[in-house]
């Protein structure tokens, strides 16, 4: 069956640096997701990437915060300046549209600022 | 931010009876409901969803039933299995939006 794979699945990184997790979405998906979940917290949209642009964001996707889909398959999201409130599960999703349809998540990749 | 509700943090069901998870939201623009399963350090799974022009759908053990007029939803699973023990996340889509808004998630034991 097809998934969202994440790498790395732990990634620990000191406050100011950059990060880049990286997702590859299912193949026929066009539409594509970050969320976080902070520990013992609900699960938060991030942003939504459709036809290579930001369809949408939230008020935690800060200028701190990009995506890219640097190719066919891979979608990047890329922390600039890490914070220690930046720790959190970070989840990948893909689906077919962006209503009206379910978006499939990756296992996540646990971000760790020290 | 409080537009999606599961009141239960947890909820302990015997093997082999019926496991009812509820969900109450409070934006009327929702029109489009999922129900995930979590399992710790995995990401949410989906497994079944509703469009607000229906009450009810049904895939297997799990039925979604959805009640407009009282914001409230909720998942039956039936019958409960072991592994069906997970954290069960409802989440709302509104019209013409991307982005999915959870639940703070009902954690399902289920008792052999």
């Known amino acids: 069956e097809p998934e969202v794979t994440q790498t790395p699945s732990h990634q620990v990184t000191q406050m100011g640096q950059e990060v880049i997790l990286r997702c590859v979405p299912i193949?026929?998906?066009?539409?594509f997701y970050w969320y976080r979940q902070i520990l013992g917290q609900k699960v938060e949209f991030l942003v939504s990437f459709y036809n290579n642009e930001i369809s949408e964001k939230s008020e935690i996707f800060d200028d701190q915060f990009s995506v890219e889909r640097p190719d066919g398959s891979n979608f990047t999201l890329k922390i600039r300046s890490t914070k220690l409130e930046d720790s959190a599960m970070y989840f990948c999703?893909?689906?077919?549209?962006?209503?009206?349809?379910?978006?499939?998540f990756g296992q996540g990749t646990r971000l760790t600022v020290v | 931010d409080q537009q999606v509700k599961q009141n239960s943090p947890s909820l302990s069901v015997q093997e082999g009876r019926i496991s009812i998870l509820n969900c109450d939201y409070t934006?009327?623009?929702?029109?489009?409901f999922l129900w995930y399963k979590k399992y710790p350090a995995e990401g949410p799974t989906f497994l079944i969803s509703i469009s607000s022009i229906k009450d009810k759908n049904e895939d297997g053990r799990f039925t979604v039933f959805l009640n407009k007029s009282a914001k409230h939803l909720s998942l039956h699973i039936v019958p409960s299995q072991p592994g069906d023990s997970a954290v069960y996340f409802c989440?709302?889509?509104?019209?013409?939006?991307?982005?999915?808004?959870f639940g703070t998630g009902t954690r399902l034991t289920i008792i052999p």
């Open positions: 999703a893909s689906s077919v549209r962006g209503i009206n349809t379910e978006a499939f």
């Open positions: 934006n009327s623009m929702f029109d489009y």
């Open positions: 193949s026929n998906h066009l539409y």
């Open positions: 989440a709302a889509r509104g019209f013409g939006n991307e982005k999915l808004t």
